[in-house]
């Protein structure tokens, strides 16, 4: 048992969230529960290594919920359960890989423990997260950045929570550090917010990427 790691459980029936919490205690982990997005949100922090997460929530959905982690440039192991269709499980499977998450299952309800359990155990093949921080870089840097052509759009996949179907895609920009990788707008949408003339600067060159 590894109790290194804290499981996230996000569902919004309390009899269910009590369940799925049950379940991860005796796998050996840490639990947190919440019944929104949004609480999800809050409560999320570096030591979280994995969730569990119902696609149907009021106010924020599963999908919508994975959307704001990834612009917070934050990337965990999920669960991902559902009383919908299994072909729209599928399809939030595929689209949160394309933002970076590492899905280590998919559940419809009704669900059987053992398979439940079978896919929690898989959080503990899993190395403990470790404590990162927001890469630093500075006004200066994103000025160089636009000069060099360094930003670009990362269309991601939308999909619809009642069938399944694609219905289009979304553009995200992000930035290709020489240095640091790809970054995330969280490494730089302060800095831009605070300078008007360097976000027109990056809305023209986003802008001229998009028509190209």
């Not at 990337?75 to 970076?100: C, D, H, K, P, W």
Request: negative net charge; aromatic residues 8%; hydrophobic residues 45%.
């Amino acid at each position: 048992m590894n109790k290194a790691h804290t499981i996230l459980v996000i569902d919004d029936d309390p009899e269910l969230s009590k369940y799925l919490g049950a379940v991860v205690k005796t796998a050996g982990f840490d639990i947190i529960l919440a019944s929104t997005g949004l609480d999800a949100l809050k409560a999320f922090d570096e030591n979280i290594t994995g969730i569990i997460l119902d696609l149907s929530m009021p106010k924020m959905d599963g999908i919508e919920f994975l959307r704001e982690l990834a612009k917070r440039n934050l990337s965990t192991a999920i669960i991902l359960i559902s009383a919908f269709e299994r072909q729209v499980l599928e399809s939030a499977s595929l689209v949160a890989q394309s933002r970076g998450f590492n899905v280590l299952g998919i559940l419809n309800k009704p669900f059987r423990y053992e398979a439940l359990r079978d896919l929690i155990c898989k959080f503990g093949e899993l190395p403990q997260k470790a404590q990162s921080s927001r890469p630093k870089v500075t006004e200066n840097d994103v000025w160089q950045a636009i000069y060099r052509d360094e930003f670009f759009l990362d269309y991601q996949p939308q999909v619809s929570l009642r069938d399944g179907a694609w219905e289009g895609v979304e553009a995200l920009v992000r930035w290709r550090h020489p240095e640091l990788g790809v970054l995330f707008p969280s490494a730089f949408i302060d800095i831009v917010e605070r300078n008007g003339n360097l976000a027109s600067d990056l809305i023209v060159q986003v802008i001229k990427k998009s028509a190209e």
